[in-house]
């Protein structure tokens, strides 16, 4: 693994499987998301990434994230 | 018969409120928790020799205190102590759905876990052994189907033998590994620190550790000394163990949630969601989706309303020239059938206590005061009713969650979150259901910048009074309608204004960032909504409609007493006296009639009466002659136009207001700040035409 793999969530491709490395924050709307299983090690498959928020997949359960905080989730490409 | 007291807890979107009523049906309470905005659902129902009690605690994920309803879920569980709380999961999104139920299940050991929504997973061919859940979670676990009622009497007799101590249960303790060490450095300064030992310790300092606004207010009260300490021990885990200990705790708890799901599911074939797939691919689409969501809320809008009023295709009947189509068509909408009942039974009524001799006061304040009140609140009903309905259907949908999404960009730039468009827009029909909706926003702070906001958006009684203001304009019919766009236009400016200002002072500016579950769509459940159209009715009636009914007797009394007691003639009434006396803070925006002072004045029963007041004070039949009567210039009709627009919102807006907060401060903050925001901008149009030579 080359370390250019390592983007911000704000810039996966859609339909792609990433990894969560890192979250740069833990306060506020980053304890909403750690609640909602978006961690360091889970997998989570990108649905959309256009304009408006991030819409991630887990377990069967999908999440609209805003921009800002996409941007701040720092992933590993997977497939 | 023996009480068992039952607290239901559950995140959003697992069918709670489903289950509560399938539980209590009729026998179900509306109210508030004490002190707060959120509502408070109550029921009961027997059982054997049993009489559980249930209380509905708010949806939430977490019970991190980080929202007033996660605090109220918290509260009630540490303060209470229920005989049995009953956390929902859901079988079909177990993982995220599970976090609630290990925080209750560290916090309380009377626990019951119920996994709904059972029947829709194993068609997707996920199997859920709860005997295996149970085990790893320590308390006993049902596997239900709240809307095919299926498990549900499993369920109560797993609640009451809980009750009963006939299972056995356990409190659950997380190995955190590192952040324990640090954690019981947390417990050794807390220790003995009155009100923070209501919890038990280790949750305590875990939950301190992590973050938690409410345990550090209390820390802050009692033991300032132990906060600092908090603060540096967190600051030592960032630097020790590289992350902050939210992080860390939220990981322990997945890990641990990862371990029970991953032996305690199968599943079988691929999990496929065509629907969920196929939807949001134009829902969330980045073109299609905002307009797809427009569509959406303008119809449920349109539908609503017209329903209700009549607003908006009698408008657009009356424009394309169909004027008597737009009468009849109005006469037969739900508040044009109810004023017509009203009508005939005031008329009724009026014969008949004449007729007993009753003397003219008592009949004037019966039949106009008391039946008029009634009226006003009975009118409100079928809409509150409608619009609940309509939010409940796309709340159940799933399609609200994608509202939000794909308005979320264009909402922020205000400082509000994309699903407070919905509200906003009912505006446009009536600011009453419009600030009930805001019920539905996520925090305390939005709820409050966007019911401040919502009283500024035109409502349709407002552009009746328009509508007849303009064409007593004397003016091209070009520029009639140049005059109401740009009213409009001007209102959303200073919308979009105060929202942003409003966000700046209660949150410093700071931009809400949405972080939201997208359910599964699915089929909505007629009963559920129902339920809860016909409680917010309820809830309606029985909190604004009394101040809706008192102040209506008010206004009553100041139109019809004059120095020589009762009097029909309103120009010798207190009323009177009051619009002289305001004639000079009207004379401000260049206009000083007392006919406008008060006709302003009745224009906080309701907006549009400032028309029929207008029509009664100067003798004539058409409002339009009305103000073409008073001899006012184009420039004192606009400075008029804009006042009415934007001055304190009606009676039932400020009742309704008031209900939701119930703090008096914020109720003047929003007469106070509408009224002043209506003068100066009514000075500065008046000046600025008069200038013109208008």
């Given at each position: ?27 506020g709307?980053?304890?909403?998301l ?17 304009a408006?928020p ?24 997977v497939? | ?7 239901l807890?559950g ?26 905005t ?10 054997m ?37 009953v956390?929902l999961?859901?079988a ?14 560290e ?9 709904n ?15 295996k859940?149970?085990?790893k ?20 007799d797993t ?14 303790k ?18 003995g ?31 300032a000394?132990?906060l ?23 990981s ?25 797939e196929?939807?949001d ?14 569509g ?23 424009l ?8 009849v ?17 005031s008329?009724?009524?009026?014969e ?12 004037s ?5 008391v ?12 809409l ?31 400082g ?8 906003l827009l009912?505006?446009?029909g ?7 909706g ?6 305390d ?11 500024l958006?035109?409502c349709?009684?407002?552009?009746v009074?328009?509508l007849?203001?303009?064409?007593a ?13 740009s ?5 959303l ?8 200002v ?11 960032e ?8 699915h ?20 909190k604004a409609?009394?101040?809706i009914?008192g ?8 139109l019809?007493?004059g ?17 002289e ?17 008060l ?5 906080f ?15 004539t ?49 929003l ?24």
């Amino acid at each position: 693994m080359t370390a250019s793999n390592i983007i911000p969530l704000s810039l996966a491709r859609p339909g792609s499987l990433v990894r969560i490395i890192h979250v740069q924050g833990g306060r506020g709307a980053f304890k909403r998301l750690f609640e909602l299983g978006i961690i360091p090690g889970e997998t989570v498959r990108v649905v959309f990434n256009d304009a408006g928020p991030v819409v991630v997949e887990r377990g069967g359960t999908r999440f609209a994230i805003g921009r800002g905080l996409a941007a701040k989730i720092l992933v590993e490409v997977v497939g | 018969m023996k009480e068992i007291r039952v607290a239901l807890a559950g995140p959003p979107n697992v069918g709670k409120s489903t289950l509560f009523n399938m539980l209590v049906g009729a026998n179900r309470f509306v109210g508030n928790w004490p002190g707060k905005t959120v509502d408070k659902y109550e029921g009961f129902f027997e059982h054997m020799e049993y009489s559980i009690r249930v209380v509905d605690l708010p949806g939430t994920y977490s019970l991190n205190a980080q929202t007033e309803e996660e605090a109220i879920a918290r509260d009630y569980i540490i303060t209470e102590k229920p005989d049995v709380v009953v956390v929902l999961v859901d079988a079909v999104s177990l993982e995220t759905t599970l976090y609630l139920a290990v925080q209750v299940l560290e916090l309380y050991d009377r626990v019951v876990i119920a996994v709904n929504k059972i029947d829709a997973a194993l068609k997707r061919g996920i199997h859920i052994s709860t005997e295996k859940l149970s085990r790893k979670l320590g308390v006993p676990v049902v596997g239900i189907s709240a809307l095919r009622r299926e498990g549900l009497h499993d369920l109560v007799d797993t609640i009451i033998r809980v009750a009963e101590g006939l299972e056995t249960v356990r409190r659950l303790k997380l190995d955190y590994k590192g952040l324990d060490y640090y954690a019981r450095e947390i417990e050794h300064a807390i220790k003995g620190c009155p009100k923070i030992s209501e919890y038990p310790l280790e949750w305590s300092s875990m939950r301190l550790l992590e973050g938690d606004a409410e345990l550090e207010r209390t820390l802050q009260h009692y033991c300032a000394d132990a906060l600092g300490l908090v603060e540096a021990t967190r600051r030592r885990v960032e630097e020790g163990l590289g992350s902050p200990p939210s992080l860390l705790a939220a990981s322990v708890r997945y890990s641990f949630i990862d371990g029970v799901v991953a032996e305690s599911v199968t599943t079988t074939g691929v999990v496929k969601r065509e629907v969920t797939e196929r939807l949001d691919k134009i829902l969330l689409h980045p073109v299609a989706g905002p307009l797809t969501n427009l569509g959406i809320i303008l119809s449920v809008l349109i539908v609503t309303l017209t329903v209700n009023t009549g607003f908006p295709i009698k408008q657009l009947l009356e424009l394309t020239g169909n004027s008597e189509l737009a009468q009849v068509f109005e006469k037969y909408t739900i508040s044009g059938l109810f004023s017509s009942l009203f009508d005939s039974l005031s008329n009724v009524l009026a014969e008949y206590l004449s007729g007993i001799r009753l003397p003219a006061f008592l009949v004037s304040l019966i039949v106009d005061g008391v039946i008029g009140g009634v009226g006003a609140v009975l009118t409100f009903l079928p809409l509150v009713f409608i619009v609940s309905a309509a939010f409940g259907f796309l709340e159940d949908t799933g399609v609200m969650a994608r509202i939000a999404t794909a308005n979320h960009s264009i909402m922020r730039r205000v400082g509000l979150s994309g699903k407070s468009l919905m509200p906003l827009l009912l505006g446009f029909g009536c600011n009453v259901p419009a600030i009930m909706g805001t019920k539905i926003l996520e925090t305390d702070r939005e709820k409050l910048i966007a019911s401040l906001i919502a009283p500024l958006i035109p409502c349709q009684a407002r552009l009746v009074v328009l509508l007849i203001l303009i064409s007593a304009l004397p003016a091209t019919p070009m520029a009639k309608v140049v005059a109401l766009v740009s009213t409009y236009a001007y209102s959303l400016l200073l919308v979009a204004v105060v929202a942003r200002v409003a966000s700046t002072f209660l949150s410093h500016g700071e931009k809400p960032e949405l972080v939201l579950e997208l359910p599964p769509y699915h089929r909505p459940s007629l009963r559920v909504i129902w339920w809860f159209a016909w409680d917010s009715t309820l809830h309606f009636l029985k909190k604004a409609g009394g101040i809706i009914l008192g102040l209506s007797v008010v206004v009553w009394l100041l139109l019809h007493l004059g120095p020589d007691g009762f009097t029909e003639d309103i120009s010798s009434s207190i009323a009177k006296a009051i619009g002289e006396a305001l004639t000079p803070l009207t004379a401000v925006m260049g206009i000083p009639h007392w006919q406008v002072a008060l006709a302003l004045l009745t224009g906080f029963v309701a907006k549009e009466t400032v028309a029929s007041t207008l029509t009664v004070i100067t003798g004539t039949v058409d409002p339009v002659e009305a103000v073409q009567k008073l001899a006012l210039t184009p420039a004192q009709i606009a400075s008029l136009i804009i006042f009415i627009t934007l001055y304190t919102p009606c009676l039932a807006t400020v009742a309704t207001f008031h209900t939701q907060f119930r703090r008096y401060k914020l109720t003047i903050l929003l007469i106070a700040y509408e009224f002043a925001i209506a003068t100066v901008s009514a000075v500065i149009v008046y000046q600025a035409l008069n200038l013109m030579g208008f």
